[in-house]
Structures are given as C-alpha cells and as structure tokens.
C-alpha cells in the first residue's frame, strides 16, 4: 500500500468521526435546548391557561363594552353585548370599527376588566388589541376577540365587563 492511500483511509477514518460526533451532538441539543429554557425561564411568554378543560357546572356572564379616546371620529361597538360561558371554554366575539372621516388613521385599543381581579383570568387568545389598526378613509372592519376565562376565576365572580377604548396613535411631530 503506498503512502497516498494510507493517507486517504487516515483522512476518511477521521472523516467519519467526525461525522459521528456531529450527529451525536446534534441528537444531544434537544435535550440540552430545552434544560436551558427551563433554567433562564426562556419561553415563559407563552400564554398559559392553566384549565382548558371546560367547567359544564359553572355559568359566567362576559359583557362586552367599547369606548372612543377623546376627538377619535371612529364607530367602535361590540357585536355581541353579552355572553354565558362556562369558565374553560374557548370563545370568539366581533368587535366593528368605523373610520369616519377622510383621511387613514391609526388606533390602538387598551383593554380594561371589571372586576379588575377577573383580568388575571380571562385570557385573550386573539385580539385586535394585540397591535395598532390602520384605517383608511370611511373604512369599516369586523375585528375578533378570541378568549377562554380560566377556570381557578373565583367562585364569588359571576360576570366579567371586557371594556376596550380606542385611541389614536399620533407619530411625534405630526399635525392632524
């Protein structure tokens, strides 16, 4: 065997090795991945519903409200006023928005619970509220608000107000 081939056999040993190792680093990451989450509290801001298991014994009344800040020339109103549910059950509302003037306008809506401790138990899955709205001039939208009321809400709380105000978002340095 001369001198290039052993050189070769040497160079694809080595290749394989390493190959090997990769893999096996590879497979050794997930594990390792989510060990590291678990210590940093990586991917915490996940929504947690602790009980999505619905509550058949158990009525809430959820109303819902919608306000316009100060000067804002929007139609802003829930489509469903009221709603039963029972604490677990994943449900969808529709909010409507209508800009009326002329011109687009941005808005961002701000969500606020009555009683306030019921906040800490309805959890909006999706919402408007999420991020700002464009609306072009005389636009109109049905926007939804997909949420479940945990089941751990007290026992003594037996309606919920979900109440949104819209106000307009105004860039620094920009005139109406």
Same mark, same amino acid.
């Given at each position: 065997?001369?001198?290039?081939?052993?050189?070769?056999?040497?160079?694809?040993?080595?290749?394989? @090795?390493?190959?090997?190792?990769?893999?096996?680093?590879?497979? *050794?990451?997930?594990?390792?991945?989510?060990?590291? /989450?678990?210590? !940093?509290? @990586?991917?915490?801001?996940? %929504?947690?519903? #602790?009980? !999505?298991?619905?509550?058949?014994?158990?009525?809430?009344?959820?109303?819902?409200?919608?306000?316009?800040?100060?000067?804002?020339?929007?139609?802003?109103?829930?489509?469903?006023?009221?709603?039963?549910?029972?604490?677990?059950?994943?449900?969808?509302?529709?909010?409507?928005?209508?800009?009326?003037?002329?011109? !687009?306008?941005?808005?961002? *809506?701000?969500? #606020?619970?009555?009683?306030?401790?019921?906040?800490?138990?309805?959890?909006? %899955?999706? /919402? $408007? /509220?999420?991020?700002?709205?464009? @609306?072009?001039?005389?636009?109109?939208?049905?926007?939804?608000?997909?949420?479940?009321?945990?089941?751990?809400?007290?026992?003594?709380?037996?309606? %919920?107000?979900?109440?949104? !105000?819209? $106000?307009?978002?105004?860039?620094?340095?920009?005139?109406?």
């Amino acid at each position: 065997m001369n001198q290039g081939s052993k050189q070769n056999r040497i160079i694809l040993k080595k290749l394989i @090795l390493v190959t090997l190792l990769m893999f096996g680093f590879g497979y *050794a990451l997930i594990p390792f991945y989510k060990k590291i /989450c678990d210590v !940093t509290g @990586l991917n915490k801001d996940k %929504i947690k519903v #602790s009980n !999505t298991q619905m509550d058949p014994a158990r009525w809430v009344t959820i109303e819902f409200d919608a306000n316009i800040g100060a000067k804002l020339p929007w139609v802003f109103e829930p489509q469903t006023k009221s709603l039963r549910i029972h604490p677990g059950e994943i449900k969808q509302v529709m909010y409507r928005v209508v800009n009326l003037t002329d011109r !687009t306008i941005v808005g961002q *809506a701000v969500p #606020s619970y009555g009683p306030a401790q019921a906040g800490a138990y309805f959890k909006k %899955i999706e /919402c $408007f /509220c999420f991020s700002q709205q464009t @609306l072009k001039p005389h636009e109109e939208r049905l926007m939804p608000v997909q949420f479940v009321v945990q089941n751990d809400l007290p026992k003594d709380v037996h309606t %919920i107000t979900l109440s949104y !105000t819209f $106000f307009e978002q105004v860039k620094a340095g920009a005139t109406k």
